[in-house]
């Protein structure tokens, strides 16, 4: 078993460093709306056209607008409205994560499974991201979110290699494995190939060192704090992990005991930006 996995990640590396690994492209709609978002001189007309070429995408940004978590006194029917709302910058981020979800998708039935249960967990990290970005922090909601949708991205290659070589990873505790030891390593490169601001870039590989040492909260802190959360009370190893030792939990100011009434607390806010990413 162990040689199966040393055997795909040593290919894995080999491709990485080789420069042949093929990397996931942004869907189309994402790059032309991080293209005018990105633009001093754009406007919200600009970004409407833009979004408004994607029927599914615009009903998902009207329904962002219209969330309960953005306390809105009146009900918004069109995406131009919905644009004024939510700000260039925000729809920029929340309109990338939403996008990504076509990129989860394959042929083979396990792969395409796995693919769907790792884009389900990331938008319920999302949403949790949301949450606590917004109660513990002065950083953005939006930016916390896309970081939550992209916190697992590489293990997209992986999948996609999966596919290919169905004889070597037939078997999901390989895949598991090989998932989890490479696809933070691979996530980072994924994002600095997209360009993605600086403060996300290392989202892959920082949201897992849970004795990270630095100075103040940043978006790795949330994800972190959110994917435990996330898998608190399951059986998966994740619920396993002693809280007093990641160092997320005092720079968002969180006391790792009270994890669990804290999130009662927050229960029905996280579900309502849950229910906008799925």
């Known amino acids: 078993m162990n040689q199966v996995v040393d055997t795909v990640r040593q290919e894995l ?3 990485i460093e080789k420069d042949q690994l093929v990397l996931p492209t942004l869907p189309e709609v994402a790059l032309r709306v991080r ?3 990105e633009d001093p001189d754009a406007s919200i007309d600009q970004l409407s056209k833009v979004i408004g070429n994607d029927a599914a995408l615009t009903a998902r940004i009207i329904k962002v607008a219209n969330s309960p978590l953005l306390r809105a006194s009146r009900e918004i029917e069109d995406l131009k409205m919905a644009l004024m709302r939510l700000g260039m910058e925000y729809t920029c981020n929340i309109a990338t994560g939403l996008a990504m ?3 989860f998708q394959a042929t083979s039935d396990m792969v395409d499974k796995r693919m769907r249960e790792i884009w389900s967990r990331a ?3 999302a949403g949790i991201c949301h949450v606590l970005c917004k109660h513990y922090t002065k950083l953005r909601p939006d930016q916390a979110t896309l970081a939550g949708l992209t916190h697992k991205i590489g293990a997209l290659p992986i999948l996609t290699y999966a596919e290919e070589h169905p004889a070597l990873l037939r078997d999901s505790i390989t895949l598991d494995r090989v998932i989890d030891s490479l696809h933070a390593q691979i ?3 994924i994002l600095e190939r997209w360009d993605f601001p600086a403060e996300l870039r290392k989202i892959p590989s920082q949201h897992v060192d849970f004795t990270r040492q630095q100075d103040n909260v940043d978006y790795a802190d949330i994800v972190t704090v959110a994917m435990l959360q996330s898998y608190m009370g399951s059986d998966h190893p994740l619920a396993d992990v002693d809280y007093q030792q990641v160092t997320s939990f005092a720079r968002l100011g969180l006391d790792p005991d009270m994890q669990e009434a804290e999130a009662e ?14």
């Not at 607390?265 to 799925?278: N, P």
Request: hydrophobic fraction near 45%.
């Open 265 to 278: 607390d927050l229960s029905d806010e996280m579900e309502a930006a849950m229910s906008f990413l799925q």
């Open 187 to 189: 996530g980072d490169k």
């Open 35 to 37: 293209e005018v978002a």
């Open 101 to 103: 979800e076509q990129m």
């Open 123 to 125: 938008s319920e990290i």
């Open 13 to 15: 590396l080999d491709a």
